[in-house]
């Protein structure tokens, strides 16, 4: 792939950056036009999804470190290596979430419901675009496959800045994310439209990643992504495990309570 989009004898400017610059904003622009529409203080949304992003960064690298506790070194290429990386997905989710619990805590007149389903498409848009930065820069790469559509990276850059293997037929796992990630985009746009209840959003955000989170890693390649349970799921089947078990108890709950009022 192309995982440096422009070198100079000054700088450097890395595809991967790039896209996921333009992924945070993107994910920002369509939660602030989803507040205008409704008719919600833009203001404040962009301040929550300000707080998110940042939270989203230190946990997507937190969930790093923890995952590859000793695969680290001391070294100046590995430091580099950490700082530059971009984290867990999950890692991010979950910093984003306790990022904007502590906002709402800060502003508690905000509609927390109502915000959060607009994130849900936002999210999903994001991912959508930072999932082709990964394939640029080789990074969360795909098993060794003999399908007809098989990436092979030929790049250098790919193997020392994402660690994709070179030469070897492997599955677009990225584009497999990034195309599931825009049409959870589309659906969820669509059933913004229709009548439902505040929080169903997000919810079903949660669960259609986790499920399809869940799939996806059986097609990854990647080792280094962390194991539990002596190898038999991934880290992030493990996680996704326990987001849909949360997200199907917060709609149980708000159906029991809804049925109860």
Excluded: N
Excluded at 163 to 179: D, N, T
Excluded at 184 to 199: A, E, K, N
Aim: hydrophobic letters at 50%.
């Amino acid at each position: 792939m192309h995982p440096r989009l422009l070198t100079t004898p000054f700088f450097t400017i890395h595809t991967f950056g790039v896209l996921l610059a333009t992924a945070y904003l993107a994910a920002l622009w369509w939660l602030v036009r989803g507040a205008r529409r409704e008719h919600i203080d833009p203001e404040a949304v962009t301040s929550l999804g300000t707080w998110a992003i940042v939270g989203a960064l230190i946990g997507a690298k937190l969930l790093l470190i923890v995952r590859s506790s000793g695969e680290f070194g001391t070294t100046a290429a590995d430091v580099w290596s950490l700082i530059t990386s971009a984290g867990d997905f999950y890692g991010g989710f979950i910093g984003g979430l306790v990022a904007s619990a502590v906002f709402f805590w800060r502003h508690p007149r905000l509609p927390i419901w109502r915000i959060a389903d607009l994130c849900a498409p936002a999210i999903a848009l994001g991912q959508a675009i930072g999932r082709i930065g990964c394939l640029m820069a080789g990074d969360d790469y795909g098993r060794p496959t003999t399908v007809p559509w098989a990436v092979t990276f030929t790049d250098r850059d790919a193997a020392s800045i994402g660690g994709a293997p070179l030469g070897v037929p492997l599955h677009p796992v990225q584009l497999y994310e990034s195309l599931v990630c825009l049409v959870l985009f589309i659906v969820l746009v669509r059933l913004q439209r229709r009548d439902h209840d505040d929080g169903d959003l997000i919810i079903a955000y949660t669960a259609s990643y986790a499920a399809a989170r869940f799939v996806l890693e059986f097609f990854r390649g990647d080792a280094d992504r962390g194991f539990v349970f002596g190898g038999a799921l991934s880290t992030s089947q493990f996680i996704a495990i326990i987001m849909l078990g949360l997200a199907g108890a917060v709609r149980a709950y708000r159906h029991h309570a809804k049925r109860k009022a």
